[in-house]
């Protein structure tokens, strides 16, 4: 027998095959069922999946894993903002003085040029002498004083050692002579806190130094008429 | 005045069922449709009781899903399909069920006598006997091909139906008929030799 009669004969076959019938009581059974499975319905999801047999061993397994991972995670550090850290206090950098020194000072020196114009030449010459003596040393400090009155900030513990040891000196310079800028005021570290710190400050030169001066006074003046007014005013 | 649901078609008795739910419409198309899935999924699972189980799932889905049912299609090609997909997932249940028992590793596949005995008495013996050997060949062809030669030469379902049941193209149905008939003459092909 060939291929193709083989063929044939098998479709023959598969027509011809007994047909199954389904049992008697089918209808009935498929009944029961579908009326069985009514009332299944009503049950929500939640108590379909919580049904003991059904997905309770997973459900802990995977609540228990959780757990775990978080009682266990050893790498968890608590990140803290960068922009909410308050910044680093220097201890090295030192203000030397602020502008209300500064104006302070250059009074002074006005009030002793206006006072005493004779005993500035003898005190001049006693500088020149001192000058002659340790010319190295002055003219260190010299340049030392002119960066600390115009940055108003220097910075270095050395600086300190030196402010500190020729402190009578420097006094004494800044007695004699007018021109140099006053001497810078040392600040131990303990003593400097954040609010203090004045990140705004810049170096003026004397003109603006005397306008600023010039300003103030214009501002107590309007400030004391300001206030006579109200005082005769009021009865 | 009650209606005559015999006359009405499928498609007229489920639309019934959908818009009045009576389920005197539903009981007819149960007793239309009982046999011939029954048959198409034992031939498919190749076991009885399975296959009771299956088609009353799929009477099952019928019921309570019925306004799933859109009038553009035909009754038979739906039922057919839910009862198709419920077979395939029957068939890969017990599949892994055989694969993991203990009992059955290493055995042959069983096969399983029908018991309805109704059918026994008018059965001749060489064609009982033969009708095993095919269902045994049956269930040895893919799975994917043995659905489509069911459905075309048990079932007698024309090309169209078949891919719409099957839910492909309808030279993929041709195909894959060709590809289980030449499976199936594998198989039987010492029976035919003489």
Redesign the interface.
């Known amino acids: 027998?060939n291929?193709e009669?083989?063929?044939r004969?098998?479709?023959e076959?598969?027509?011809?095959?007994?047909?199954?019938?389904?049992?008697k009581n089918?209808?009935t059974?498929?009944l029961r069922?579908?009326n069985s499975?009514d009332k299944t319905?009503g049950k929500s999801f939640w108590e379909n999946l919580l049904t003991p047999p059904k997905l309770v061993p997973a459900a802990v397994a995977l609540a228990s894993a959780i757990i775990i991972f978080f009682v266990v995670d050893g790498n968890s550090e608590v990140m803290e903002d960068p922009l909410n850290i308050a910044p680093r206090l220097r201890e090295d950098i030192l203000i030397t003085e602020t502008m209300d020194d500064v104006i302070l000072q250059n009074e002074i020196e006005e009030l002793n040029k206006r006072s005493k114009p004779e005993q500035k030449s003898s005190r001049q010459e006693s500088v020149k002498e001192n000058f002659k003596d340790k010319p190295a040393e002055i003219e260190k400090r010299d340049t030392e004083n002119m960066l600390g009155s115009n940055r108003g900030i220097i910075s270095g513990e050395s600086y300190i050692e030196e402010t500190t040891v020729d402190t009578n000196q420097s006094d004494e310079v800044q007695r004699t002579e007018g021109n140099f800028a006053p001497a810078p005021v040392s600040v131990s570290p303990q003593e400097i806190n954040k609010n203090s710190l004045n990140f705004m400050q810049r170096s003026l030169s004397t003109q603006e130094k005397q306008e600023v001066q010039q300003l103030k006074m214009k501002t107590t003046i309007k400030k004391d008429t300001e206030n006579q007014q109200k005082a005769d005013k009021t009865p | 005045m009650e209606r005559n649901f015999n006359d009405l078609t499928d498609e007229e008795l489920i639309l019934e069922f959908q818009s009045s739910g009576n389920e005197k419409a539903f009981e007819i198309l149960v007793s239309r449709f009982k046999n011939p899935l029954i048959n198409f999924v034992y031939r498919f699972l190749g076991d009885y009781d399975s296959c009771v189980d299956v088609v009353q799932d799929t009477f099952i889905k019928v019921y309570r899903y019925k306004d799933n049912y859109s009038s553009l299609a035909k009754f038979s090609t739906w039922i057919y399909t839910i009862a198709g997909n419920l077979a395939r997932t029957e068939y890969q249940r017990k599949r892994r069920r055989n694969f993991f028992s203990i009992h059955d590793y290493g055995e042959e596949k069983k096969t399983f006598d029908i018991p309805d005995e109704a059918y026994r008495p008018d059965i001749q013996t060489d064609m009982k006997m033969k009708s095993e050997i095919i269902q045994k060949a049956l269930l040895k062809v893919r799975d994917t091909y043995r659905e489509a030669v069911i459905l075309r030469d048990i079932q007698e379902l024309s090309y169209e139906e078949i891919a719409e049941i099957m839910k492909i193209e309808i030279g993929t149905v041709k195909s894959r008929i060709n590809r289980g008939r030449a499976e199936l003459q594998k198989y039987l092909k010492d029976i035919y030799k003489d």
Do not use: G, Q, R, T
């Not at chain 1, 076959?13 to 049992?23: G, I, S």
């Open positions: 027998m291929d009669n083989i063929n004969k098998i479709l076959d598969l027509k011809n095959l007994p047909k199954v019938e389904a049992p089918f209808e059974e498929l069922k579908i499975s319905k």
